[in-house]
């Protein structure tokens, strides 16, 4: 570890999406400085990896970019990155939060996102930000519109060839590079550290994640994202234009046996999004959605949900028993439809995604003795009039973090957790 | 120059100093990863291929295939032609 640094400020941030960097900037153009911890690389959380964003279809890294850009450079936004809060107290006079900064092997301060040590890095490794689905080096700037853009050596991965620290023009790869402590005194904290999807192998039915054409409502993202990982939208098992793509409605949502009893709010939408961006940009190709019941509830969606029936995408009201594949890989779902008298059936597509569900991104919050509802997102003790109150005076929350909800009902949470936030600090009797 | 290489070369040595020498493993990985890489570049060099077209040729299953493709084209190795069915083309990016 390297030597310790003390921060202050008036209100610390945990999580950069969308919910974290709206709080951020309310509370910092209110005048209060802000930092804001982020544990990936960049910025920008979930919604800098997704296509277009339902229900008006704007391109979601166009209206991300801005927002992780006003954040960087708004004066009173600290930003910290690849940094990880791990624990957070209460003390009398505000918090006191712990953070690693985890190495880069990069001199920041020097780094002038060159890439050139990506270029020369002979070691090509998944990429997690295509969610597995491309291809990045063990030396690389995290994406395209990253913010900050420097590059990430993956130590685990590295087989230490020099070639990167060689063709550096500013000498700044560090490969001793160690973990910094960070202790940050804030006098208040908003929690937004948003969500996972259920993973790919809750269900047992659904082929365990060993299914290669199945793929994750997030890896469809990216598929459809302007810079996806293929460049197109093609199958995973051998990069054939599909055909024929279905997606499987409430996949970790609404069922008891995974523990996700929960509609998660967002999946009948964004299927039905991503539906009519493949019907778009593979106009040849017939898309399936199997659903048992459609949830449109906010502005727009329903409109939404009949212009997707209007484009000629398929609804089948019926529960999907099974998934399996043939040796082909194509995928075979066994379907129950919800019509009387119907037998089960199979029908073969290239390609299926899950319409996974949101859950909490972490099972306990930094020590705090918050209160968690029964599926682990952060309980509301005043849901209806105060959503953003967490029981815990001085401490916020924001986003999916306390429940499933799409980028707009994010967005306005947020600006009621900064709201919550700035009114603590000017009334409560805190120095 | 010669000062950078010596203090790359000497950062190197403290750090295999300190975690041990690179796993075996991983160097075996990472040669299997570029003679596959090799195979569909010289598969390509006769000119634009499909990736069942490039897997029949090298033997490599179609996923891994299409894995290579993504980081040469990723990296400006290959550019890919456009279908709208079917499957698309891959070839070499000419050197200007
Ligand atoms: C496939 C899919 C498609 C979607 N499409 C749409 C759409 O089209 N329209 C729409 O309105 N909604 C859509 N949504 C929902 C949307 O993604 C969410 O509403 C929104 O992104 C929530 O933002 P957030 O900031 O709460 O969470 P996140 O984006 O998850 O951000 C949380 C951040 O906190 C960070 N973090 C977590 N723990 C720590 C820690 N310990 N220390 C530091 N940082 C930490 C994470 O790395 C992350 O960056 C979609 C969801 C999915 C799954
Ligand atoms: S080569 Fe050096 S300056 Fe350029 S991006 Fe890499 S670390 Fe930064
Ligand atoms: S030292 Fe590691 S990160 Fe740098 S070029 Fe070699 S393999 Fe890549």
């Known amino acids: ?431 | 120059m010669e000062d950078k290489n010596k203090k790359i070369s000497e950062q190197l040595k403290a750090l295999n100093e300190k975690k041990g020498p690179v796993n075996k493993s991983l160097l075996e990985y990472h040669r299997e990863n570029t003679s596959k890489q090799k195979k569909v570049l010289d598969a390509l060099k006769e000119g634009e291929k499909t990736i069942p077209e490039i897997a029949s040729l090298t033997g490599l299953d179609a996923r891994e295939v299409l894995v290579k493709i993504a980081g040469l084209v990723k990296y400006g190795k290959l550019e890919i032609i456009p279908a709208k069915t079917g499957y698309l083309k891959y070839k070499i990016v000419e050197k200007k």
């Open chain 1, 1 to 431: 570890m390297n030597g310790k640094t003390e921060h202050n400020c008036d209100t610390l941030i945990v999580g950069s999406g969308i919910a974290g960097m709206q709080a951020a900037l309310d509370i910092g153009d209110a005048g209060f400085n802000v930092i804001m911890v982020e544990k990936s690389p960049s910025i920008g959380g979930k919604m800098i990896s997704l296509s277009k964003v339902f229900p008006t279809l704007d391109c979601a890294s166009c209206i991300t970019t801005p927002k992780m850009a006003a954040s960087s450079h708004h004066p009173r936004v600290q930003m910290m990155t690849y940094t990880e809060v791990k624990n957070i107290s209460k003390k009398a006079d505000g918090f006191e939060a712990l953070l690693i900064k985890k190495p880069r092997f990069v001199i920041e301060s020097e780094c002038i996102s060159c890439r050139k040590c990506e270029e020369a890095c002979p070691v090509y490794l998944e990429d997690e930000f295509e969610y597995g689905l491309g291809v990045k080096k063990a030396i690389s700037i995290p994406f395209t519109n990253a913010i900050p853009q420097f590059p990430v050596l993956d130590e685990e991965k590295c087989i230490r060839c020099g070639a990167c620290a060689r063709v550096c023009p500013k000498d700044c790869i560090d490969y001793l590079q160690k973990p910094e402590e960070i202790t940050v005194k804030a006098k208040s904290v908003i929690i937004a550290t948003g969500y996972e999807i259920t993973p790919m192998d809750a269900k047992k039915e659904y082929g365990e994640n060993k299914l290669i054409n199945v793929i994750s409502s997030l890896q469809a993202e990216r598929l459809l994202a302007p810079h996806g990982p293929y460049g197109k939208v093609l199958r995973p098992s051998d990069g054939k234009i599909p055909d024929s793509i279905a997606y499987v409605q409430c996949a970790g949502s609404r069922d008891e046996s995974i523990g996700v009893p929960y509609c998660s709010r967002v999946c009948c939408m964004y299927a039905i999004k991503q539906a009519m961006l493949l019907s778009g940009s593979l106009p040849l190709s017939e898309i399936t959605i199997y659903y048992m019941d459609i949830r449109a509830f906010g502005k727009g969606y329903e409109q939404f949900y009949n212009q997707a029936r209007a484009m000629g995408i398929n609804f089948v009201k019926a529960k999907v028993a099974k998934i399996s594949e043939d040796s082909q890989h194509n995928v075979i779902l066994r379907i129950d439809r919800q019509e009387e008298g119907s037998k089960p059936q199979e029908v073969k597509h290239d390609l299926v995604v899950l319409s996974q569900g949101l859950i909490p991104s972490r099972k306990e919050f930094f020590g705090l003795d918050v209160k968690l509802n029964e599926y682990g997102f952060i309980d509301s003790p005043a849901k209806t009039f105060s959503p953003a109150l967490t029981g815990i005076d001085g401490l916020f929350v924001a986003g999916v973090a306390s429940g499933p909800k799409d980028i707009p009902d994010t967005i306005m949470e947020a600006g009621s957790a900064a709201m919550e936030a700035l009114n603590y600090l000017k009334t409560a009797k805190i120095s």
